[in-house]
């Protein structure tokens, strides 16, 4: 009877691996793959609070220095005052930033003290900067300037007003695809999906740690997630620099080896969702963040957006990623859509909406973006374009979109 208990016992976990190592390399026998777009490709650069290594942190400044240099995302962070307005800013408490004790939710908007200049960053580096635009920006005034930069955006507060007043915002400015958000707090994230789960929502710190520990029981496989996009700390990166004990040590390695796993990360990726790491200012660690994640949040954004564009291996995997985007991107297009595909050549607005975000240029000037399948052989090869039709190369053709 023992034996027999133990052979049972053997085949049902033999047969529960089986199982969940297939679902861990095909999860679309389970879940249906997020459709992130071009936003999943590697060598994605995120401005940091808009770079607060170069200007001011989340000053329009920095937005606008972000998008000069050419980062894909700007980052920030959103506080309500106490007449009900959206403002840019990372503390609640004003102190640090301003050096006047002040709570912005209950300070009036026209009320709020200017940022001291110059101001100290010491975390996760120590740096000065110094610049004379020292002003708390609206959200709605970022919203405006940049109608074509992807923003990702951290709800600070357990606040339903301030919820509620950022997601109008976002469907104001029509940025439903062009706005990913999240917070800490995983009852945030809760209420944010629940008030609109068409906006992109960021994994919360409380679920990163979760599934990272689910994920070695073979459970996590199985298991729908809702969240488009993981940003876990790049803790190693982040601390290398510093003097620190060894119990410290082990932990930070302990923490990267967990949230940072390749395996982890795999698994993530297999299901479409998009995978930032956070915050890395040394260019000595770019390397090896890109080596598992799809992109990299910093406060030195110049420096690696320079390092992107210098690495001919982030050139390669950026092509390879954005043909498999724009392969699945026309697979979803033929499913979708009911107008006809003619000489290898998608057409239809899903083929256009699908597409990778290659629809706006340095300048800022939006470009529609179009796909085209060349024929190689037996096999179609798709690639975007940023014209505003649809080419067929081999017959010359164009089809307006």
Known sequence: MVSLA????????????????????????????????????????????????????????AFRNAVKVGADVIELDVQLTKDKKVVVCHDNNLERLTGEKKLINQTCYSDLPKI???????????????HHDRQIP?????????????????VKEQDASLRTQVEFLIRKFGR???????????????????LNPNIPLIMS?????????????GLLPFIPIKETFYEPPACKAMFANQDTTLTRKLVIYFVDFIVGNWL???????????????????????KCCFDKFDGVMTDRISAL??????????????????????????????????????????????AKDNCPKSDVDRSG?????????????SSSVCSATGDSALNDSNNNTTYKL
């Not at 710190?205 to 029981?217: E, N, Q």
């Not at 930032?276 to 260019?283: A, R, S, T």
């Open 305 to 350: 957006v320079q390092y992107v564009a210098s690495s001919e291996d982030l050139k390669n995997k950026q092509q390879t990623s954005m043909s498999r985007s724009c392969s699945y991107s026309c697979n979803m297009s033929r499913k979708m859509s009911s107008k006809e595909v003619l000489n290898g050549i998608a057409v239809g607005k899903e």
């Open 138 to 154: 609206l959200l709605e005034e970022v919203f405006e300037e940049f109608p074509h930069t992807t923003i990702n955006l951290d």
């Open 176 to 194: 439903e695809n062009l706005t990913v958000w999240g917070s800490w707090h995983d009852s945030v994230c809760k209420q944010l999906f629940k």
């Open 6 to 61: 133990v052979e049972v016992t053997l085949g049902v976990f033999c047969a529960y691996f089986l199982v969940s190592t297939i679902v861990y390399f095909f999860p679309a026998i389970l879940h249906k793959r997020k459709r992130s777009g071009a936003l999943g490709r590697k060598g994605m650069t995120i401005a940091h609070r808009g770079g607060s290594c170069e200007f001011l942190e989340n000053t329009m400044t």
């Open 205 to 217: 710190m409380r679920k990163i740690v979760i599934h990272a520990f689910i994920f070695w029981t």
């Open 264 to 286: 982890l990360i795999y698994h993530y990726k297999r299901r479409g969702i998009v995978c930032w790491c956070w915050i890395v200012n040394e260019q000595s660690h770019f």
């Open 365 to 377: 000037t939006k470009k529609w973006c179009s796909i085209t399948l060349q024929r190689r052989s």
């Open 116 to 130: 001291t200049s110059p101001q100290m960053m010491i975390f996760p580096q120590e740096c000065v900067v110094d």
